[in-house]
Structure formats: C-alpha cells, structure tokens
C-alpha cells in the first residue's frame, strides 16, 4: 500500500489488510481502496486485499482502480465490495455507468472526479479532460451513478485542507451524496468538509497514515464541533 | 446448517463471513435439499430489484422458501433487497411483483426535503421496547445503503425503524421472518451483534 502527493511521490505505507484491520478497529465508517497503477499484475494484489479485507472487517468497502466492464464491477462485488468506484472509463464510456447501476444498483456505483486546474483528469490524473467537474458530475448522476467522490490532484497528499469550493460546487449540483477527498491536514479540515463543502462524507489517508491523528480523534472532534457523528 | 440463499445476487460472502465469525457454519447454497435441511435461511442482497427477483424466480427456489418459512416456519432473515423482494410489489424501474410475503410496497426515498438519495451510511435505528432485534446492542446504529424502502401497510410489523426525511421500517418481523434493510454483515460489532440475536431469537 502506498500513499503520495499530488498522485506522484509514493511512498509505502504498509501492508493492506493489516492497515484495514486498525482502521476497523477504530470505527471507521467506511473503507475505500484505490489501486493507483491498476495493472495486470496489480489486479491480482487488489482482488487479494480486497478479498482478505471483507473476510475480517465487517464494514463498508468501496473499490476502484482500473474498472473497465461489468465484468470488473461484478467481480469485485464478488469479492466483498459494495460499491465500486469508477473513474477513467466514466469519461471512455459512460454507459458503463448507466449499465452498471442498472445491474447492480444505482447505491452500488460510485464515479470518481480527479480535478486539477478546473477540469477533470482521468488515467490518474495523467490525462486532462474539457469537462468541468460539476458538469460531469450531474451527467454521471443521471446516468445512475450513487455516490460521487471528488478528489483535487493539486491538494492531494499536501495536507493542506480540501479544495472547499470545487467540493461545494459538485455537492450543490447533484441529488447524490458526495465524498470530499484529497488535502486534509488537520481534523478542521473534515469539519469544514462537510459544513463549507457540503459533503456528505469526508475521506483522509495521509493524516492517518503520517501524524498521530487516528479515527477515533477524528470521530471525537467531528461530535465535539457539532456534527451528527456515529457513536461507534 | 444455515443456508444462506445464491440467486446470483449481491455480497454473500460477507454474508457468509459474518455468519462464520459468529461460529456458525453458513453454507452458500441454491439446492432445494439444503434449504429444507437448514436450521435458518438467510436471503442477502444487493442489486436492482427487478433482475433480483428474475434471479430469484430462475432458480426455482420459490416454492422451496415459501413451503419451508411460510407453512414450517423456519426462520428466515432477509437483508437490504432481500427484505425488498418480500413486498407485494416495487416501483423501482417500472412496477415488479415481488414474493408478497408481507402487505408492503418498495417505493423510492425522495430527496425532495434536501437529503441526497442513495441513503448511505450509518444511521440510529429505533426498535419497539419489547423486540429482541437488538438485544445487546448497546448504541444500535447500522449501515444502509439503498434508494428504495418498504412502505408496510401494518405498523404491527414494523419493529424497529429509521429516520432519512421520512421514518421508513429498518426491521420488518413476523413470527419467524426477519427482514432488514440495514447491512448486519456491514455493520461492525452491532451487526454481527444482531446475527446472533436472530439465530438464537426468532
């Protein structure tokens, strides 16, 4: 497992399911894995983990990396995912989406935003796109898309707080809940997710994986500002 | 034996995980001989409503269910879809029949009050006083992730809801079938909690 900086300059952060392992422990809400190279080789490693995951931690997993077919989308249901997050082929050919929300259910599928200077990325935020994120956003909603996650490449592992007005302008556009992901440094920052950002959920990895903020900090501080947080 | 049903839908083998971690020895099974040697029959899923119950149907396993928990009483779980599929009927994509086991029709949450559809995430569930859904459960807050709930005709069986705009039944019971629309394999101690409250309850 790695985690990096503006999706280059990864370092390793330690073994998978063990990592999963502590984060249920602590009462996370929610998983989410991402293989970030999600090749051939890769694919394997990813089944692996996300397999050896559902089997021990009873919580929510979501998926993504490399999710080209239906075929891709079931199996890692199969594998104990419940939703399965797609990015690149979103922007390749949506009917992806639509065809899978329409075979697994809409709650099952969730698109993936990278943004960098205004527009959506895809092949890991290699490739720039001419769409604007809150477009794209709704047109992924209407084609049956769950959950939207939107992460900023230019924010990402600098753990200096969420680009605020970009996940304000996705999560006012669309009728489905948006993650917040990519900056957060501080636990102000998912504070400020959720109220200034409208959020539904805020994800973080490097302030978990680098600082001695864990989530059970994050819970505590989330409640203690006023948020509706579960008592885990 | 407890059965935990494969019509080619959702996440059984969380299902079966959770089961095996509370010591039980689950099998994923669509033979009709398992579902009448079973102790308890579990019903997951997770998907879209109609292709679901096709799924359902196309395994011929209908019959069995309703022979072993209608008139022998067995007990029988259904989760998220699989408590959907026993409604009279659902509107999600177009007007489906379902099992009809409980006077119930599948209707869409509205996001209309400001609330984003799918309902996903952790939410309180409230149970009747006397219900042994959540014996044990100290703080009984449990995952959800759908778009549609059921709307029961009689609040008798409703025994234990949850509030997203409207309050919609988290738990449908009668006698011997339990019904969620919660995820217990999902749901951490809680839901793991309430698998066994309903091997040892219903």
């Given at each position: 497992m790695v985690k990096g900086v503006r999706f280059d300059g990864y370092r390793d952060v330690g073994h998978p399911v063990t990592t999963a392992k502590v984060y249920d422990a602590q009462g996370a809400d929610e998983l989410l894995f991402l293989d970030i190279t999600a090749t051939a080789e890769n694919r394997r490693t990813l089944f692996d983990?996300?397999?050896r995951t559902a089997d021990e931690c009873f919580m929510p997993l979501t998926v993504g990396g490399g999710v080209r077919t239906l075929d891709d989308v079931r199996a890692l249901l199969l594998a104990g995912a419940d939703k399965v997050s797609i990015n690149t082929q979103a922007v390749l050919g949506p009917e992806l989406v639509s065809e899978a929300a329409e075979r697994f259910g809409s709650q099952a599928?969730?698109?993936?935003?990278?943004v960098k200077s205004g527009v959506v990325w895809t092949h890991g935020g290699h490739q720039p796109t001419a769409l604007r994120p809150a477009d794209w956003a709704r047109r992924v909603?209407?084609?049956?898309a769950g959950e939207i996650m939107v992460t900023s490449i230019d924010r990402e592992g600098t753990r200096s707080g969420y680009d605020l007005d970009l996940v304000r302008a996705v999560a006012d556009a669309v009728p489905v809940p948006v993650i917040a992901s990519g900056g957060v440094g501080r636990l102000d920052d998912l504070v400020d997710g959720i109220r200034e950002g409208h959020a539904s959920a805020v994800a973080a990895a490097s302030i978990f994986h680098f600082t001695d903020q864990s989530v059970i900090k994050a819970r505590a501080y989330m409640r203690q500002a006023g948020l509706e947080m579960r008592i885990a | 034996m407890i059965a935990v049903v494969d019509y080619g839908m959702g996440n059984l083998r969380s299902v079966f995980k959770a089961l095996e971690a509370i010591g039980e020895e689950p099998r994923v099974t669509r033979d009709a001989a398992d579902l009448r040697s079973a102790t308890h029959i579990v019903l997951p899923g997770v998907g879209a409503f109609a292709q679901c119950v096709a799924n359902l149907r196309a395994t011929q396993l209908v019959d069995v269910l309703?022979?072993?928990?209608?008139?022998?009483?067995?007990?029988?779980?259904?989760?998220?879809?699989?408590?959907q599929l026993l409604g009279r009927d659902s509107e999600e994509g177009g007007r489906h029949e379902g099992l009809g086991w409980f006077p119930a029709s599948v209707r869409r949450l509205h996001g209309d009050v400001g609330l984003k559809v799918p309902h996903i995430g952790w939410n309180d569930v409230r149970a009747q006083p006397e219900s042994p859904l959540f014996k044990g459960v100290r703080h009984p807050v449990f995952y959800f992730v759908h778009s549609y709930y059921m709307d029961c005709e009689n609040p008798q069986l409703v025994s234990a809801t949850c509030d997203y705009g409207i309050t919609f039944p988290a738990a449908i019971v009668a006698d011997n079938v339990w019904a969620v629309q919660f995820h217990p394999e999902k749901s951490q101690l809680n839901g793991l909690r309430f698998l066994q409250n309903f091997l040892s309850g219903s």
């Amino acid at each position: 497992m790695v985690k990096g900086v503006r999706f280059d300059g990864y370092r390793d952060v330690g073994h998978p399911v063990t990592t999963a392992k502590v984060y249920d422990a602590q009462g996370a809400d929610e998983l989410l894995f991402l293989d970030i190279t999600a090749t051939a080789e890769n694919r394997r490693t990813l089944f692996d983990a996300v397999s050896r995951t559902a089997d021990e931690c009873f919580m929510p997993l979501t998926v993504g990396g490399g999710v080209r077919t239906l075929d891709d989308v079931r199996a890692l249901l199969l594998a104990g995912a419940d939703k399965v997050s797609i990015n690149t082929q979103a922007v390749l050919g949506p009917e992806l989406v639509s065809e899978a929300a329409e075979r697994f259910g809409s709650q099952a599928v969730v698109v993936s935003i990278d943004v960098k200077s205004g527009v959506v990325w895809t092949h890991g935020g290699h490739q720039p796109t001419a769409l604007r994120p809150a477009d794209w956003a709704r047109r992924v909603a209407d084609l049956g898309a769950g959950e939207i996650m939107v992460t900023s490449i230019d924010r990402e592992g600098t753990r200096s707080g969420y680009d605020l007005d970009l996940v304000r302008a996705v999560a006012d556009a669309v009728p489905v809940p948006v993650i917040a992901s990519g900056g957060v440094g501080r636990l102000d920052d998912l504070v400020d997710g959720i109220r200034e950002g409208h959020a539904s959920a805020v994800a973080a990895a490097s302030i978990f994986h680098f600082t001695d903020q864990s989530v059970i900090k994050a819970r505590a501080y989330m409640r203690q500002a006023g948020l509706e947080m579960r008592i885990a | 034996m407890i059965a935990v049903v494969d019509y080619g839908m959702g996440n059984l083998r969380s299902v079966f995980k959770a089961l095996e971690a509370i010591g039980e020895e689950p099998r994923v099974t669509r033979d009709a001989a398992d579902l009448r040697s079973a102790t308890h029959i579990v019903l997951p899923g997770v998907g879209a409503f109609a292709q679901c119950v096709a799924n359902l149907r196309a395994t011929q396993l209908v019959d069995v269910l309703e022979e072993q928990v209608r008139e022998r009483k067995k007990p029988f779980l259904g989760i998220c879809l699989g408590m959907q599929l026993l409604g009279r009927d659902s509107e999600e994509g177009g007007r489906h029949e379902g099992l009809g086991w409980f006077p119930a029709s599948v209707r869409r949450l509205h996001g209309d009050v400001g609330l984003k559809v799918p309902h996903i995430g952790w939410n309180d569930v409230r149970a009747q006083p006397e219900s042994p859904l959540f014996k044990g459960v100290r703080h009984p807050v449990f995952y959800f992730v759908h778009s549609y709930y059921m709307d029961c005709e009689n609040p008798q069986l409703v025994s234990a809801t949850c509030d997203y705009g409207i309050t919609f039944p988290a738990a449908i019971v009668a006698d011997n079938v339990w019904a969620v629309q919660f995820h217990p394999e999902k749901s951490q101690l809680n839901g793991l909690r309430f698998l066994q409250n309903f091997l040892s309850g219903s």
